[in-house]
């Protein structure tokens, strides 16, 4: 059987359309661009994640035109961050109106995922949800030239493109079928266990930092909050002996934040517990012939820096622009690349450290406080490359596509 | 309507006469009880004018407990029935603040206006309707901003916070954007929209200043840069040239390779955390701004950020604007850096930076600031590395000056490097001398260029010039590069500043406006030329012209320091002096900030014109804890100010002297007391008695006190803590414990600094009772769990700590408690606090034998106690840290340090407690017998027999028992033995008992009998071992093994 593609030629077909697929997609569709988006699951389906927008992601979603879409899906405005530090004071940081944005946002992912492949699909890229890509296409020199597919109903096909992106997470099968070699490793790994509860007075973001846990408070959609704790995997493990899931939950958070695990009382868990084992943080090689990687699939550092879908807005438009470049003029494929590898490498230094840092929770509190000194140093830095970053053509979202040409 | 109440603006109550068709307004005298006005204005806010009892004890009393507060309440009711009561009825109305069934209600039954309650709903009805005839009824019932004198009532706040919403929500409604700009000048939106209404009128220029005001706004604010749009209509109105980078950034600088390389090399250490600073010093126009320049091309290079701040900007500047320039120039390169900036440090920052008039209790001021901007540098630094830059330092203000230095301290463990550029001059003596004997930083002097070096600036800047101009610019120019630079730009010799081009009205709008400083908005120039609208523009286009002067990030601004001079240089001495004066005027007309006022008024030679904005001035320098900087004012107006200023400036004098633990303040107040009246003259009463107190001046102290009752007023806390601090000193413990027990119900928890006191006070109450562990130990505790008790942390508690320290404490736990402590003090601004729980820390670690982390944290707490002016405290660090090199046998380094320590101890509250420990510790470090008994006659006679601590003799007697011993003076070894026996017993269970011990071996062996001796040192050894002072103990060992052998 076949799904239809086969017979059809893309300049890009991106696998994968959460944030960073959906993004690169709609990005590169804007600009002209013929794109074919695959996503395995269905449209509209939730994810793991820890939701919270940093300033450098919404400033992305403005830039685009989708942040008033955003607000009108009901997603709280976030106009404060505070950090509780055991045996502290808490730090409370105000957000105040810059770089175009006046507040966070932390919408749900059925919410975010949903807009994103909508804006993908309105400027013209083609979105195909329930579609597994299986393999990647080669052609004689060994250069990737399209997917093979396979529907929900078992129907395999194929796709053939001038670019593939692989935007299928951390377990990605572009990642692995392209031979993308890991360039850096991580050290440590987290352990996090989510919950929505319903009933928190929380209206901004709150991090915690406590003895060798940390937790977080995010608000998001239908009055709800992202409830998580954080440790290693070992402990984790341990926690959970003899307790029951709520015991172990709050166990945790307790020990992140003790001053603060009354709160988790006066609020009501909206569904089952969710939970992240851990794995050590990477980069990976993001480019070769024929292929890309953008999002967790060619990066992917530890949840307790929430920062991953900031990061992955980043480099969508970074990932974008290369691609436009090269499939313009294929001789420029290696500089352009090679600059988006460069810059995501750049500006992911101090993210991946300081992340991998804290995923080790053999911290004290000022070494703690040190490390998210750099982290809020190096998304001041994201930031400005943001603010600098020309207002191409891609942003621009009429659908109608002859510029690339 | 029966009463009207008004709250906008300002507060008062008018009420109508029954029966007479007058209305008759309450006297202000009437509400001199806070707690009565406090209770009619809440309630008159309250829906139907009622509240809980509760719910007024918590919002007017809350940290006092309800049963207590209840007859607060009461009383607050009668005298405000009192106030209510028309005259010509009974001298009460009963029926004005009623108390029923747990309900507190205002006026029940009367027809009751209240403006703020009718201008919210007013306010909020325009706003639904969005109807601008509206909102511009509803703004034409706002008299001003809701209660001002009660600004920092939190029972006010919800309040306030809403109509200042509804009051900007309802001009920009209307269309109000001038009257927006003024409440809210960090409104883009409303400032663009003037800018936009001039340019509809053709208007360019106006659209211009428009434009150039908002941005002076916005630099007032911490990290807040004009938008995208803003700058597009810049653009539009044609004034985009963007302003020139400083200078020539990237131009080769000739003979300075040793300047660049010095620069390089601060840059690869700091790289690799370990910052520093550097100072470039050098006569005007040798080029230190251009190796500053050298410096920022250099760190941007490597992706640092910079920040830039220079002191001859503004002449008679506001507090520690240089410095605070540089932090601003810093956040608006990189606003994203604020994300990560507490709250409390950004208000605090923004707070300095506005350069707005700061009201000042005269207590002692936070110096949240400085850690702040510390805080600031270490999250721009964070990452990449920061460079910030100072210009001009010879012209800084004391407290710019301390903050750098603080900053210079906080750059060594970070990736900082702080470059400074003076001339060289007497007041910067200090600032280099610690960079250097430090080690924190450099200076790198620049001498004029050499003859080969001249040649070669020449040939790069005119290659055509003859050799005979060539030489003749070499010998005039004295190889200074700004002379060479202006003789190549006019091609002639003389290297002077060219002004000749400057038509007559164009120099002299060009020198009044000089006189405001090296920068300037287009604003000021207007106000100050003395010309109309288009001379002006005229002259300002011939400054251009003639790049006399060149456009800045705001404005403009002079090319060169030496421009700027050599255009003030025309004016006659008289000419001068009379423009200073009207140019400050029409500041003064214009609200400039006093500091800048006062300073015009006094370099034009007019001081008592400078009086009222100096007056101002010195409560803003005192707010931010810039004490010499407003002593220094006083002192220049004091003699030409007459009546209430006069007054006023004479007891801040005290306060200021008081602030710095000068014995100064004595004479001060006792000047101030003839002529302050009401709670003034109270405050310096009290203070004159604190500060005689702690002289020693007991007589004084009482005679200030006698007399003086408790009124109600804000006077009562520090008439209360001298009270008690006076009973304290006499020795009558039963009093002073009354008196601060009295001090703790009135002073507000909200007012840390004279809770420092009192916890001071009840600590050495408790150090008398021999109960200080215990104290102490209760009081860390309270610190860590109570964080509003952070702030008040123990200054005057130095010798508390012995305790803990001589006891059998595990140090390590100690640091550990000490290292907490310290962080939370710095969060909350405490650097006393900071400072104080830093030498804990390195005693402790001396006493453990620890002695790297010793020396570390003793010399960062005397520095850190130098930098907020805490004397003992540096003392008392310095004292320790002489220990510390006694310890490794420094006897030179560690007398040197008690040298200095010993007259910053003799005058501070704890100089009874310290001058013995430094005159102990220099008997110890006397390299002979016979300096040791030198040493002890001296401290014998310095210590005197009265204001003797008696807990701290032990610290002298034991060394001068030991010395007298040694030197084969029994009679007095047995005496210095006796009292210090007296002494340890005091000291039950601490380390104290061993010294004694050690003293008695010592006693022993000069009277020949060795064999006690061997067994009271091996007794002395084992007691220093129980109580954990192994430096002790192997000093001991070390000793008995000599004498073995």
Known sequence: ?405 | MDVDIAMLGTFSVTLARAGAGVDEAVDESAWSRRGAAALVKLLALAERRTLHREQVVDALWPTVPVDAALPRLHKAAHYARRALAPTGTPAVAADAVVLRNDLVTLLPGREVRVDAVDFRSRAESALAAGSAEEAAAALALYAGPLLPEDLYEPWAAEWRETLTALHRDLLRLAGRWSDLVRVDPTDEAAWLALAGQHLDRGDTRGAERQLERMEQALARELGTVPSAEARRLKERIGSAAAPPGRRTPGVRLVGRRAAGDAVREHLDRAGAGRGSSLLVTGPAGVGKSAVLDLATTLARQRGWRTGRGAASRMEGAWPYAPVLEALADLSRQHPGLLDGLDDSYRQELDRALSGEQAGWSGETAHQRLFVAAAELVRLAASGHGLLLVVDDLHEADQASLRLLHYLARVAVAEQVVVALGARPGHHLRELEDSLVTRGIGHVLPLAPLDEPAVRRLVAALQPDLDDETVAEIWAVSGGLPFRILEACRTARDGGGVALSGLGGPTLEALRRVALLGSAFTTDELLAVSGLDEDATYAALAAGLDTAVVEPADTGYRFRHALVRDAVLDTFSAHERSRAGREVAETLAARGAPATRVAGLFLASGHPVQAVPHARRAVDTAGALGAYRDGLALIDAVVDHATGTDRAHLLARRGDLLLALADPAAVPAYRAALSVTSGTEHRLVQARLARAATFGGDLDTAAAALAGLELDGDAADGPILLARGNLAYFVGDLTAADAAADAARAVLSPDDPWQIVDLVALQGLLAHQRGEWFERFRQELRQTLDDPSLATAVFDAHLCVAEYLLYGPMDYTEVIRLAEQLRRRAEHHGALRGAAFATSLAGEAALLMGDLDRAEGDLTEAAALHRDVDARAGEAHSLQRLAEVRLARGDRAGARELLRRALPLARWSMVSNHLMQRIHGSLIEVAESPEEAMAAVEQGEMALGDTDRCTFCDVMFEVPAAIASADAGELDAARRHLDAAQVSAARWAGTAWEASVVEAQAHLAAATGERDESSRLSALAEELFTVAGQPLDAARLRAADGLASA
């Open chain 1, 1 to 405: 059987m076949s799904t239809g593609t086969s017979t059809n030629t893309y300049d890009v077909v991106v696998v994968g359309a959460r944030v960073a697929g959906a993004s690169t997609a709609m990005l590169l569709a804007r600009a002209g661009a013929r794109v074919l988006l695959l996503e395995r699951a269905e449209p509209g389906t939730d994810t793991l994640s820890t939701h919270g927008l940093m300033r450098g992601g919404v400033v992305q979603l403005a830039r685009w035109g989708l942040l008033d879409r955003l607000v009108a899906t009901g997603t709280p405005a976030v106009r404060s961050t505070t950090f509780h530090w055991i045996a502290e004071e808490p730090v409370h940081v105000t957000i105040r109106p810059g770089a175009g944005v006046d507040a966070l946002y932390a919408p749900r992912r059925h919410v975010l995922d949903r807009l994103l492949a909508e804006a993908a699909a309105e400027a013209g890229a083609e979105v195909r949800h329930g579609v597994r890509v299986t393999g990647l296409l080669r052609d004689r020199n060994g250069r990737v030239s399209g997917v093979r597919t396979e529907d929900r109903d078992g129907r395999t096909g194929s796709a053939r493109s001038a670019y593939v992106v692989g935007a299928d997470g951390i377990r990605s099968v572009v990642a692995e079928a392209a031979g993308a070699n890991v360039e850096r490793l991580g050290r440590h790994a987290s352990a996090v266990r989510y919950a929505y509860v319903a009933g928190l007075d929380a209206p901004g973001y709150e991090w915690m930092y406590g003895d060798g846990a940390a937790a977080g408070l995010i608000p998001t959609n239908d009055g709800h909050h992202c409830v998580f704790v954080a440790t290693t995997p070992d402990r984790m493990r341990t926690l959970r002996l003899g307790r029951t899931a709520d015991e172990a939950f709050a166990a945790l958070f307790h020990a992140a934040a003790p001053d603060q695990a009354g709160r988790l009382s006066e609020a009501t868990r909206v569904d089952r517990y969710h939970g992240w084992a851990g794995a050590p943080a990477y980069l990976r090689r993001p480019w070769g012939p024929g292929w890309a990687l953008v999002g967790d699939a060619g990066y992917f550092k530890d949840p307790i820096s929430t920062h991953g879908m900031t990061d992955a807005l980043r480099d969508a438009e970074l990932l974008a622009g290369a691609l436009l470049v090269a499939l313009a003029d294929r001789d420029l494929e290696r500089p352009a690349l090679g600059e988006y590898h460069r810059r995501r490498d750049e500006l992911s230094t101090a993210l991946f450290e300081v992340s991998d840092e804290i995923a080790s929770y053999a911290w004290d509190i000022p070494t703690a406080q040190r490390l998210l000194r750099r982290l809020s140093a190096a998304m001041s830095d994201e930031l400005e490359l943001l603010a600098a970053l020309p207002s191409p053509a891609i942003l621009d979202d009429s659908p109608a596509g002859a510029r690339l040409a």
